[in-house]
Each structure stands twice: as C-alpha cells, then as structure tokens.
C-alpha cells in the first residue's frame, strides 16, 4: 500500500513514454519521465516520495523534501498569494500553508517551521501552528532519553523545543545562554517528565547536579513572579526554602551563576530577570 507524503521503497513495474509506473501490491504511482534515467528499468527498486496530485492521482519523485508527514522543518517562503504561502521544501512543486494556518501573515523570503500534513485529498499541506501539533508527553518518552529537539520559540524561562516531531518540551536558559536560533536542529535528551505531562530537556547525559537544578528552579521562580523574586542572600533560610524549596546555600551559589551568566541582576530587595 503506498504511503502518501513519506518516502516509500518501490518496484518499477512498467516504462512508458508517461514515465516509470512504480507498484506496491495493486497501486502503482508515476514517477514523470524527466526523473527516469536511461539505467532505470523494470523490476528495479527506487527510493520515491509519492504525494496525491491536483487530481489525486498517486505521483512519485526521487526528490526527498525537507520533511515528510508529521515533521517539521525550517521552510523558506518562495511566494504569497490569497490562496496562501508556498513553501520551498525542497520539491518542484511548493508546499501550500493556508492562511488559517498561519499565526502571523507570512512574508515571501523569510523562514519558518512549518509541519506537513495531508488534506482530505491526500495532498501533502502545511501549518505553521506549532503549539496546535505538540502532545503532552505519553509513555514513549522516559528520563534520560536521547531525543531529537528543534527550537521554535524563546522565552524568559529558555527555549521551546519540539521533541520527535511530536511534543513540547524546554531548554533551561540558564544552560543554553545566548546560543540558540530559531529552526535548530539538535541532539538532547529529557531530563525530566513533570506531573502535568510538560517535559524540560537538557543538551548534556547525565544527573544534573544540586546546583544546576537550583538555577532551573530559581529562574522559573523569577518568571513566575512576573520577572522579580524578593529573596536576597540576607533572607531568613526557612523563607528560602519556602519559596524554593532548597537550602540557603544551594540557593546562593544558584543565584551566584545566573549572575555571572548574566541572566539576573541583584537588588536590595530581591532577584531581577535581566531583560535581553
């Protein structure tokens, strides 16, 4: 059965003057006959992406697009129209993402993650709403995980990541600093599934130490205190593990390094999120 918007390995079953007509049990999908090389023939195995045409008719093309059903990817907008913007993704023919699913008017030239996904024709498409794609996290993910992260949005708290293609999850910026952009594709691993299905990330294997925790869990404190934390290194202990949960003095050697990382400026009166 032919695997609409992935890459499917299939059998030349016949060459005509249409192209190479490529089977996988009773379907067949054309692959156009200026992508069929002389050292093509029949009875040999190809490496095709197979989309629905306008007509929904199967069409295959040895192109491999920037990402198939159910992945995102970087895309740069080639034109726009009222129908929508099309999307270089690496195939002849430009990915459609309709205005409803875009969260801000796309502009021709700049770059954006887009996910694919198919129409009720079986036409590849695509949505630039990434939080509408993201699951909690589901029994697949564990602690310590190695997984695959791309970065579609910064916060006070660091950066979003979409984890598999498929989850939400985040990178502390008390560990990833400055050196993150939109659309990055990397290796990280989980570091911790919360109870309410939220995932944070780390770039670095490992049981983070006493100290990287009180910094994770200090500037989340400072966020959700709308950008200031009244503790300083003179409160009392027990208001520190109060509102922390941890030890004065983890609590001044987590504040010690956001402030030489330059994440947070100290006052008399507490902790300050340091505007970028």
């Known amino acids: 059965m032919l695997d609409f918007g992935r890459m499917n390995v299939l059998k030349v079953h016949k060459i005509d003057e249409r ?3 490529l089977q996988d049990g009773r379907e ?3 692959l156009p006959k200026r992508e069929v090389s002389e050292a093509v023939a029949a009875g040999d195995l190809l490496s095709v992406f197979v989309y629905a045409d306008a007509g929904g008719q199967p069409v295959a093309t040895l192109r491999q697009p920037l990402a198939e059903v159910g992945e995102f990817a970087l895309m740069r907008v080639s034109q726009v129209n009222v129908h929508g913007a099309f999307m270089d993704w690496g195939l002849a023919k430009d990915l459609l993402v309709p205005p409803k699913e875009q969260p801000e008017p796309m502009k021709p030239g700049r770059s954006y993650l887009v996910r694919v996904r198919l129409d009720r024709e079986g036409r590849p498409i695509g949505t630039a709403r990434v939080d509408k794609c993201l699951c909690s996290a589901d029994e697949t993910l564990g602690d310590g995980q190695e997984v695959d992260l791309i970065v579609w949005q910064f916060t006070p708290l660091g950066a979003k990541v979409i984890i598999n ?3 939400g999850g ?5 560990e990833i600093g400055d050196r993150l952009n939109y ?3 990397l290796k990280g691993y989980i570091r911790q599934i919360r109870s309410d299905g939220k995932v944070d990330c780390t770039l670095s294997l490992g049981i983070r ?4 925790d009180a910094r994770g869990r200090i500037m989340k404190a400072i ?10 290194d003179k409160s009392p202990a027990d208001q520190v593990q109060t509102l922390l949960g ?3 003095k983890i609590f001044k050697k987590g504040v010690g390094g956001l402030y030489k990382a330059g994440l947070v400026e100290l006052t008399d009166g507490g902790i300050r999120l340091k505007e970028k």
């Open 28 to 30: 067949q999908a054309l």
């Open 223 to 232: 966020v959700d205190h709308q950008g200031f934390l009244p503790l300083h």
């Open 183 to 185: 659309g990055d594709q």
């Open 19 to 21: 192209g190479a007509w």
């Open 246 to 248: 941890m030890s004065k």
């Open 165 to 167: 293609h498929c989850f």
């Open 170 to 174: 985040l990178l502390y910026r008390d």
């Open 209 to 212: 130490s006493d100290f990287d």
